[in-house]
């Protein structure tokens, strides 16, 4: 079956706690993002990824780090998240640039205590 | 940069009532435009997308948008809603400057309830 799978779907974690948050897709999409959705705030583009080694800012990047080191893993990394880093955290991925169908994962739910 | 803008934050109708949802965005070049879908407890998915030619585009489930260039919108609606369309409704642009076409840029969505 076609699809992005996150990984922890729920995390509580407390400030200062490196975590990695994985993103896999098995679609063999070239683009792929992560976003963060906040109440009000709608989604909001973290970084994205044109290809391997690719990566790019997003809207919202402070806080955060990514690599693409393999074309299916995307993962995001926070180094010392933050009360302000709570979050339900999507990645999505797409054949090619985000003007194809974005494919979104389940979600993930981050509490930073 | 590009932004978007959706005014309606909470939207609530009764079944076969008619849907406009608005979307505004900023960016005054060439845009791709679209509308994404979250039900509750499902992956966001897309409705429908407007590349170039026709100004009125149809989605799924009844779903279409027309872009009005003038108006820097591009606003969805469905003439007659069921209750399954309650979910969060996300406006989205990609801008054509350099790097604005690699960003895909959302609006703050629209919860839309409908009652029976």
């Known amino acids: 079956e076609a699809q992005v799978t996150q990984n922890p779907r729920y995390l509580i974690t407390v400030t200062g706690k490196k975590l990695t948050v994985t993103c896999s897709q098995n679609?063999?999409?070239?683009?792929m993002s992560w976003y963060r959705q906040d109440p009000g705030l709608g989604l909001r583009q973290i970084y994205y990824?044109?290809?391997?080694?690719?990566?790019d800012k997003g809207d919202v990047p402070e806080g955060y780090k990514v690599s693409r080191k393999e074309k299916r893993n995307f993962p995001l990394i926070l180094e010392s998240p933050s009360p302000n880093q709570t979050s339900l955290y999507f990645c999505a991925s797409s054949l090619g640039r985000p003007q194809e169908t974005q494919y979104f994962g389940p979600g993930t739910r981050l509490l930073v205590l | 940069a590009q932004s978007v803008s959706q005014h309606n934050h909470h939207v609530i109708l009764s079944e076969a009532a008619s849907l406009e949802l608005g979307c505004n965005y900023s960016?005054?070049?060439?845009?791709?435009l679209f509308w994404y879908v979250q039900y509750p407890g499902q992956h966001l998915q897309l409705l429908l997308k407007y590349f170039s030619g026709d100004p009125l585009v149809k989605g799924i489930k009844g779903f279409e948008a027309e872009f009005i260039k003038s108006k820097f919108s591009f606003n969805l609606r469905k003439p007659s809603v069921q209750w399954s369309d309650t979910a969060e409704y996300f406006c989205?642009?990609?801008?054509?400057?350099?790097?604005?076409?690699?960003?895909?840029?959302f609006g703050t969505g629209t919860q839309l309830k409908v009652e029976l």
């Open positions: 989205a642009v990609t801008a054509d400057f350099t790097g604005g076409g690699n960003k895909l840029t």
């Open positions: 960016y005054g070049g060439t845009v791709n």
């Open positions: 990824s044109m290809n391997v080694e690719v990566t």
């Open positions: 679609m063999n999409h070239e683009y």
